[in-house]
């Protein structure tokens, strides 16, 4: 049997499930999840193996109108990643009955492409079955796709649905990853995404969008099986620096904890993580921050 393999680029407008997606379709917790727009900030790339093939997904932030150049570069490396695809997974609401400005935008772009194009119905598990067709209908009006399927995110028997349509029009390819890669994400990087889900988890809306996580330093002890871990949450206000750190410190030691657990859970060792909180004010606009937080090419 021949071996198939290509990349495929999940795309949509935020919080329309995409990382809920990705991280089905491997098993493993990949892309950090909240029910908060805008969680993803940069592609990431998820491997799954299987005997016969190779399905490299890319997670991408969602496409939104940006108002600052953190948001700028969310919508450019979400553009470009369509065209270095062999399929694009378009994911789009079942809540809502008809694409909206956000998805006809989108599809806008899509239509440009020579790639295939699936159209993802996510979220059906939200509404009653006989609002599907119209709502298939409705996008099927708006532009030719490869595929229109109704699914839930949520739902293993959906994304295998998915995943087998995916296998028949990926191309004949080699096997670009070694069996036992789950991503290309550094380790780094993994644990400074993880810190931010739960600052997202815990937090009220506004100061999550204005938090940034870097990880100093990520070391293992010569001595002991215990991963040094030293973070810097920046935030853009003085009062929301108050918030992270909350009465007491009480919240950072919550982030702390529940940061510390998962990392630990995800690396298989002990962790002794430290947290700071620093205040650098409009860190979205500012070119040396974006990149130093890994939000510029």
Known sequence: MAFKSGFVSIVGRPNVGKSTLLNKFTGEKIAIMSDKPQTTRNTIRAIDTGEDYQIIYIDTPGIHKPKTKLGDFMVNIALDSLNEVDLVLFLVEATCPQPGPGDLYIIEQLKNLKTPVFCLINKIDLVEKEQILPIIAAYKDTMEFSQIIPISALEYESVEVVKNEIKKVLPEGPKYFPDDMITDQPEKVIAAELIREKILHLLSDEVPHGVGVEVVTFKKRDDKDILDIQATIYCEK???KGILIGKEGKMLKKIGSLSRAEIEGLFGTKVFLELW??????????????KTLGYKK
């Open 277 to 290: 909180v620093k205040v650098k004010p409009d860190w979205r606009n500012n070119e040396f921050m974006l």
């Open 238 to 240: 003085e009062s929301h």
